[in-house]
């Protein structure tokens, strides 16, 4: 009997334009203006408004295992947003954490969201996604539904959301000219 | 060549991005729609995808477009439109 896959860390994934780096301490400061942007982060988890808990959050993020939390950057390094892969339910895992620059290039979301899927299901080995989608973040769900993600109930807060490797291959058919290359994975 | 028209094109995208009937022209570009940004534009590829059997997904330099009418070219470009 095969053992469940398990989330881990990677210094770097690379893909076709965009690049996710593990996150560290230094980026407690882009992270926090991120979270703290009055538009983009209404529809994350409440954050502190005091930075030392960002740092202390990254600081707990680095010396445990279980999810990865990546800045993703473009090809010269500039910071463009985050994502997080999270809480593996048996063959299942959570991502989240998924904010862009308000400047990011249009491709972004897309060529992230294709990464962030190839790193767990090609590398980890994941087989399904469960998603929670704030239920007033109706572009966010239109994205996941285009995806071919299904809704399958519902939180106080959020919208359930269901997906898997099958929908993945699907969807990397459908945008294969945003990462037609599989992603590079350094350990 | 699948015998789809340009307004098909446009009528896929608008309906891709939940705008009204009309509201889009061979001129409107990304930018002008709050529903046409980075999340929107997966629904538009989609979309187009399926309009076209399958042909879109394979066109690299749609991974660029950021107009109607740069959607236009390019799929006429590839043969898939007059």
Known sequence: MSSNPKIFKAQKLKGKTLAFRD????????????????????????????IRDQITWIENYTNNDGEAYF??????????????????????????????????????????????????????????????????????????????????????????YEYNIEKFIELQKQTNMYLPESIVVER | MLNILQSDVISTIEVALELQPGALTKESRADEFEQWDSLGVLGVLVALDKLFDGK???????????????????????????
């Open chain 1, 71 to 160: 800045i993703i950057e473009n090809s010269e390094g500039l910071a463009l947003g985050t994502i997080r892969i999270y809480d593996a339910q048996g063959d299942s895992f959570c991502w989240g954490s998924w904010i862009l620059k308000d400047n990011a290039p249009i491709s972004t979301a897309i060529e992230s969201t294709l990464m962030m899927y190839s790193y767990a299901f090609e590398h980890l080995k994941f087989k399904k996604a469960h998603l929670d989608i704030r239920k007033d973040h109706h572009q966010v769900r239109k994205f996941h539904e285009f995806c071919g993600a299904w809704y399958v109930g519902e939180t106080e807060l959020n919208d359930l």
């Open chain 2, 56 to 82: 879109v997904g394979k066109i690299s330099e749609m991974a660029a477009v950021e107009s109607v009418e740069e959607i236009l070219i390019v799929l006429r470009q590839h043969s898939l439109i007059d």
């Open chain 1, 23 to 50: 996150v560290t301490v230094d980026d407690a400061n882009f992270i926090f203006s991120l979270r703290m942007d009055s538009k983009k982060g209404r529809h994350l988890s409440q954050t502190s408004p005091d």
